[in-house]
C-alpha cells in the first residue's frame, strides 16, 4: 500500500502548480485550467484520506464535488464566450466589462 504522504505531496505539487497559474496567467481559458488543477488536488487529498481512514465519506464527496466543478466549468466557459463575442479576446487585462 503506497503511503498517504505520496498522496499529500503529489496533491500539493498539482496545488502549487494550479495557483502559480492562477497567479500568472491573464488568459480566461489557462484560469479556468488552473482553477481545476486546485480542486483536483482538493480532490486527491478527499480520496487519500477517505481510503486512510477505511470511509467511503470522502470519495462520496469527492463525486459531488466534481459534478459542482463541471457544472462551474461549463458556465464559466459560457461566460468566457460571451466575453470573447464581444470583445473578440478573452485576456482577462482588457476586459472591463464586468467593472463598474
Not at 486527491?44 to 459531488?64: C, E, M, P, R
Not at 458556465?75 to 478573452?90: N, P, Q, V
Request: charged share 10%; net charge neutral.
Amino acid at each position: 500500500m503506497i503511503p498517504i504522504v505520496f498522496y499529500l505531496a503529489l496533491a500539493a505539487i498539482i496545488f502549487s502548480i494550479g495557483l502559480y497559474g492562477l497567479m500568472t496567467q491573464r488568459s480566461g481559458i489557462r484560469i479556468l485550467m488552473c482553477v481545476e488543477l486546485m480542486l483536483n488536488a482538493a480532490h486527491i487529498n478527499l480520496v487519500a484520506f477517505s481510503s486512510y481512514n477505511g470511509d467511503l465519506t470522502g470519495q462520496v464527496f469527492t463525486l459531488f464535488s466534481i459534478a459542482l466543478a463541471a457544472a462551474e466549468a461549463a458556465i464559466g466557459f459560457a461566460i468566457l464566450m460571451s466575453l470573447y463575442r464581444m470583445k473578440d479576446t478573452i485576456n482577462l487585462d482588457s476586459i472591463n466589462i464586468l467593472r463598474w
